[in-house]
């Protein structure tokens, strides 16, 4: 059993920074893939940026691509999410997910259904 929780949303304004974090709990955290995904108002929930269990791999939606970077921390159970560039389409709340279907293959998927563990997200509001 894997428990997420996510930190660090929040209101800003266009232009500005946030950087998310999603504290993992439970077996092997460093054995498998982590992802974030949002979800706006209206919207179905989309994914956002996936990283392979060493931080070896990345893989970005190209809404972000160049302005999010992920990354994780392995002896602190813990993959983040820092933003720039914000903007108003960037509006969601933000969702961490684990992929454990392997620990020496990665998957690079970007389908919610691939994802076996969430946590409960954390609101991020950027304003114009």
């Known amino acids: 059993q894997v428990h997420l929780v996510e930190s660090g949303g929040g209101l800003v304004q266009a232009g500005d920074s946030l950087r998310l974090s999603c504290a993992a709990s439970g077996p092997s955290f460093s054995s498998y893939t982590m992802g974030w995904f949002r979800q706006a108002p209206g919207k179905e929930r989309e994914f956002v940026a996936s990283i392979s269990w060493s931080g070896g791999m990345t893989d970005y939606a190209d809404s972000v691509k160049g302005r999010f970077t992920i990354s994780r921390d392995n002896a602190k159970n813990t993959v983040y999410l820092q933003m720039n560039s914000l903007k108003p389409e960037d509006t969601a709340v933000y969702y961490c997910?684990?992929?454990?279907?392997?620990?020496?293959?990665?998957?690079?998927?970007?389908?919610?259904?691939?994802?076996?563990?969430w946590g409960q997200g954390t609101q991020v509001t950027v304003s114009s």
């Open positions: 997910a684990a992929d454990l279907r392997s620990s020496t293959y990665y998957y690079r998927s970007r389908a919610r259904r691939d994802y076996d563990y």
